[in-house]
Each structure stands twice: as structure tokens, then as C-alpha cells.
């Protein structure tokens, strides 16, 4: 437990207060997010030799993540998801596989680190708010754990993904209007469990940034010139630039991606604090409902990293969505519309100079089709014309 401590610390950002690593603080006092921060100089991890090389999950990494003791890890083979290459438009592309995770999303990864946490520190209930996957995800990590989980989504969220939720034994909390609304549902709740939100949880990060240490060690330590981040919360842009940055402390790479974050129409919180409002309304049927997120608490965190690594963002709409779902489909890769929105954005940065011709990308494709199956039907006759 030691050696965790000493690696690790739990501080907020912005007014830089220090918590213990076990405390059962989900914010800072001063009402902002906080975060793990790894010491380089404490790790115990100085290369890839220090990996667990037998264990096929994010947690062969073990040493660079912040639960003290293997017997804590609450795990359903999450990670280590293929990586493909190919060659488009110009572009190396770099597609991370995560919606083959075992609940369909990389939303899996930072469920297995926060559930092996509140396991850690004695955490017995649970509250999350989400529009479905990363509700999904805890919700299954909580059932494997013995944790009681209440899950709050809107009532517009696919069906299929609260079907899951149900499945895994959680109890299900259907809100009216958007994620925000939800978010002040849970946080009522809160007093009466502990706020498991991924949008607020520092250890949902900590596994997320696994996709950055995979990606290096799997394409034996080259770094993509640009990564490309679908953002609602702003979990995977800011997991990604975290295992990158982590990696560059240690000596291991040179540089981190450059950071595109992927907005969609109606939803710009990150565009409009860069660049003022973007002034699109929500669509009718809101496609990209894993980024439809009006407020991401780490709002700032998100714009500071796509600065620091001069990177940018885009704002896609639903028919950039369909025709990159049906490309990607072509390519063998069925995805949920969320997803699709990687290649949406790397059309959309090639044709704004964002993305240079011989670049390298990252695209994580970070949900799977089948969880959107009643949203893709009720719009297929677009899909199909």
C-alpha cells in the first residue's frame, strides 16, 4: 500500500488542496474535479520489461495505475483490444478496436479501475448518471464486485443500452431531458451512496489512459501525430493525453498527439469556450448521444490539453455521422454512431488543414453497433439509400 501512496496523490487541479488516496471524496472541496497524479520518480515501472507480460488486459500495467493490491482488481478482460492499421485518404490510420470490450465500449476500462478502487477503500453503493455505456460498464463491474448500483440516464437513451444496465442487476433511473438534467437527479441522490460518476471520478480516467500505453506498446513505440476524441465528459481526450504525458515523464516517447477533440451539433461546450458559441441547435434524433453532454465538469482540463498539444476542435453533424458509419461499416467495423464520429472528424480535420496528408491518426472506435441497433433502424432507410 506503501509504495502506492508514494507514487500516487489525489489533488485538485485548480486549487491544488491534497487528499489521501483512500478518501471517499469523489471532488475537491472547492467544487472541481479532481485528479491522480502519478510521480514518475516513485513508480516502480521503468519500461516494458516491467509489464505483466502473461496478462492480456489494461492491467498489465499494474504498475502505473493506482490500486494497491492485485487481489483488489475487479476485471472482465478488459484492454490489450486489437489495433488495426490502414492506409486512407492520405492518412495512417490507427483504429484502437475498444467496442470490443466486454460490455461493448471503451467505457470497460475506466469501470474496472474505479470499482477495484471503491473494492480498495470499502465502497459497498453506488450512484452513476450516464446516457448508457458508461452506465452499462459500472453497472457490470458493480455486479462482479457485490456492489449495489443505481444508475441514472435519460429517458431518450437507447434501449438497448438500458436493457443492459437492467441486465447486470443494477437499478435503473429513467430522467426526462438531457444529461445535465440526469446529473442533477444523481447528485440529489448522492448523500445516500457514493457518487461513482464518471464524469467526475479521477480513477475512470486513470484506466482510460491504458489506451495511450497499449497503442505505444502494440505499435512498438511510435506516437500518432494526431488523436482524435469524440468528447461528452471529456474522459477518453483527456485518459488518452494523460497516458501519453505519463509516458513522455518516464522517457519512454518523445511527444504526445496532437489532441482533436470531436464535438456534436447541439453540444459544444468545448468549441464554444474556445472559439464562442457555436450557435447549432440539437438535432431532431440525436445521433451521437454518448457526447451529448452540455456541461462536461472538466471543461477546462479538456481545453488545456488540446492546447498544450496544439491540437484543436470540430463540431460534426448527423449526416457526417451516417456517411462515416457507413464507411466504416464497408471497412468491416460496425459501430455506434458516437463512434463514427472519429472519421467524421478526420474528413472534417483534413479539409480544414488540421490533419496533413502522411500524418499518422489515432481513431478509437469506442462503442459497438449493436448498442444503437433500434437508433441505426429507426434511420436506416438513410443508411441504405
Not at 115 to 139: F, P
Not at 246 to 268: C, F, H, K, N
Not at 332 to 350: C, D, I, M, Q, R
Request: with cysteine; hydrophobic share 45%.
Amino acid at each position: 500500500m506503501d509504495k502506492v501512496n508514494d507514487a500516487f496523490t489525489l489533488m485538485c487541479s485548480h486549487c491544488g488542496r491534497r487528499y489521501d488516496l483512500n478518501s471517499k471524496v469523489w471532488r475537491c472541496e472547492c467544487g472541481r474535479p479532481l485528479d491522480v497524479i502519478l510521480d514518475v520518480r516513485a513508480t516502480e515501472f521503468r519500461g516494458l520489461g516491467d509489464v505483466r507480460a502473461w496478462d492480456f488486459t489494461m492491467w498489465r500495467y499494474m504498475k502505473l495505475l493506482p490500486i494497491a493490491s492485485s487481489d483488489n482488481i475487479v476485471t472482465l478482460g478488459e484492454g490489450w483490444t486489437p489495433v488495426m492499421v490502414r492506409k486512407l485518404y492520405g492518412v495512417e490510420l490507427i483504429l484502437k478496436l475498444d467496442y470490443l470490450n466486454p460490455t461493448g465500449s471503451f467505457k470497460d476500462r475506466g469501470a474496472s479501475c474505479l470499482i477495484s478502487h471503491l473494492v480498495e477503500i470499502g465502497v459497498d453503493s453506488i450512484i452513476e448518471d450516464s446516457s448508457g455505456n458508461a452506465g452499462a460498464a459500472i453497472a457490470a463491474y458493480a455486479s462482479v464486485a457485490g456492489i449495489k448500483c443505481r444508475v441514472f440516464v435519460p429517458a431518450s437513451a437507447p434501449e438497448g443500452k438500458k436493457l443492459q444496465i437492467r441486465s447486470y442487476g443494477a437499478e435503473l433511473v429513467e430522467v426526462s431531458g438531457d444529461l445535465a438534467r440526469v446529473s442533477e437527479e444523481a447528485l440529489k441522490e448522492s448523500e445516500k451512496a457514493y457518487y461513482a460518476s464518471h464524469m467526475w471520478n479521477p480513477f475512470f480516467i486513470e484506466g482510460i489512459k491504458t489506451i495511450a500505453y497499449e497503442c505505444v506498446e502494440q505499435m512498438q513505440g511510435s506516437v500518432p501525430d494526431v488523436a482524435l476524441a469524440p468528447v461528452g465528459s471529456g474522459g477518453l481526450l483527456l485518459g488518452i493525453y494523460k497516458g501519453y504525458k505519463e509516458l513522455v515523464e518516464l522517457g519512454l516517447i518523445d511527444s504526445i498527439p496532437r489532441m482533436i477533440a470531436i464535438q456534436a451539433q447541439g453540444y459544444t461546450p468545448v468549441y464554444d469556450y474556445m472559439y464562442g458559441s457555436h450557435g447549432s441547435s440539437p438535432p431532431e434524433v440525436i445521433l451521437a448521444d454518448g457526447i451529448a453532454v452540455p456541461r462536461p465538469p472538466r471543461l477546462e482540463q479538456i481545453v488545456k490539453a488540446i492546447k498544450e498539444t496544439k491540437g484543436d476542435v470540430v463540431v460534426i453533424d448527423n449526416a457526417e455521422i451516417i456517411r462515416a458509419f457507413k464507411e466504416l461499416a464497408k471497412l468491416g467495423f460496425f459501430v455506434e454512431p458516437t463512434s463514427a464520429t472519429a472519421l467524421a472528424a478526420l474528413w472534417k480535420g483534413l479539409e480544414l488543414r488540421l490533419i496533413e496528408k502522411g500524418e499518422s491518426a489515432l481513431l478509437p472506435l469506442t462503442g459497438i453497433g449493436l448498442k444503437a441497433i433500434d437508433k441505426l433502424t429507426q434511420i436506416s432507410d438513410v443508411i441504405f439509400r
